[in-house]
């Protein structure tokens, strides 16, 4: 099987900050190839071609070769998006709105695409959204972007890591805040990852890839009471 990595998020040079360096250089050295191809996925944002430009000029100077998957190949050309994935040792699942992504996988039946590639040895990266998608679930704020709710709530990915996932958490606040209710009504536990940091699973082994400045979390309920821990397993 493939290896799994969920980003939490950070900013990838929209507002003129490269905030992932260090996991975006981890993913190309575990790959382990001279020149990897990585292909992007950007279902889940309404700004896809620009996303990608970004994507594209990090990889590319990580000694990637880049390709895209765009919605058109998926509506016209599905043998062309069958090779795309085929050919990929790197598939990245951009981040954005979360229901979208998951409407759209489902939609062009690339679930069982990504698990079969998943089960051939390609890498799967998820950031934010993407990385809910790749989980059992993620606590997302889809819906409050929407104007569709004004709290956070669990959505159920594709589960190919049985995992539940917090991206961009950030300690005190609203959505901890949240995070904290809703485990006092489930028995369960999260990951919570702030910006800048990420999982990497392989194996059903879960490293970190992170700085020393940023944190990631174990969120759950023991004895009716909200309890959290840093997660602080690196990878070597």
Same mark, same amino acid.
Not at 19 to 32: A, F, H, M, S
Not at 113 to 142: C, H, P, W
């Given at each position: 099987?493939?290896?799994?990595?969920?980003? $939490?998020?950070?900013?990838?040079? =929209?507002? @003129?900050?490269?905030?992932?360096?260090?996991?975006? =250089?981890?993913?190309?050295?575990?790959?382990? &190839?001279?020149?990897?191809?990585?292909?992007?996925?950007?279902?889940? %944002?309404?700004? %896809?071609?620009?996303?990608?430009?970004?994507?594209?000029?990090?990889? !590319?100077?990580? @000694?990637?070769?880049?390709?895209?998957?765009?919605?058109?190949?998926? /509506?016209?050309?599905?043998?062309?998006?069958?090779? =795309?994935?085929?050919?990929?040792?790197?598939?990245?699942?951009?981040?954005?709105?979360?229901?979208?992504?998951?409407?759209?996988?489902?939609?062009?039946?690339?679930?069982?695409?990504?698990?079969?590639?998943?089960?051939?040895?390609?890498?799967?990266?998820?950031?934010?959204?993407?990385?809910?998608?790749?989980?059992?679930?993620?606590?997302?704020?889809?819906?409050?972007?929407?104007?569709?709710?004004?709290?956070? &709530?669990?959505?159920? $990915?594709?589960?190919?890591?049985? /995992?539940?996932?917090?991206?961009?958490?950030?300690?005190?606040?609203?959505?901890?805040?949240?995070?904290?209710?809703?485990?006092?009504?489930?028995?369960?536990?999260?990951?919570?990852?702030?910006?800048?940091?990420? +999982?990497?699973?392989?194996?059903?082994?879960?490293?970190?890839?992170?700085?020393?400045?940023?944190?990631?979390? +174990?969120?759950?309920?023991?004895?009716?009471?909200? !309890?959290?821990?840093?997660? =602080? &397993?690196?990878?070597?």
């Amino acid at each position: 099987m493939g290896k799994v990595v969920l980003i $939490g998020g950070g900013d990838i040079g =929209k507002n @003129g900050k490269y905030e992932t360096k260090i996991i975006d =250089k981890k993913i190309v050295e575990i790959c382990n &190839k001279k020149e990897p191809i990585m292909l992007f996925v950007g279902l889940a %944002s309404s700004y %896809s071609d620009s996303y990608y430009d970004m994507i594209k000029k990090i990889y !590319q100077d990580l @000694g990637c070769k880049t390709t895209y998957l765009k919605r058109k190949n998926l /509506i016209n050309n599905p043998d062309i998006v069958d090779k =795309k994935i085929e050919d990929a040792d790197i598939i990245y699942i951009g981040g954005g709105d979360t229901i979208k992504l998951i409407e759209d996988v489902y939609e062009f039946q690339l679930d069982k695409k990504l698990r079969n590639a998943y089960q051939r040895g390609t890498i799967l990266v998820g950031m934010s959204a993407g990385a809910i998608l790749l989980s059992k679930e993620g606590f997302s704020d889809s819906y409050i972007l929407r104007n569709e709710s004004t709290h956070y &709530k669990f959505l159920k $990915g594709l589960n190919i890591i049985h /995992i539940s996932i917090c991206p961009h958490f950030d300690l005190n606040s609203m959505k901890e805040e949240e995070l904290k209710k809703n485990l006092n009504q489930r028995r369960k536990m999260v990951y919570a990852l702030e910006n800048k940091t990420a +999982l990497l699973i392989e194996d059903n082994q879960i490293d970190v890839i992170k700085t020393k400045e940023e944190h990631i979390y +174990l969120c759950y309920n023991k004895d009716s009471k909200y !309890q959290i821990e840093e997660y =602080k &397993k690196e990878v070597k």
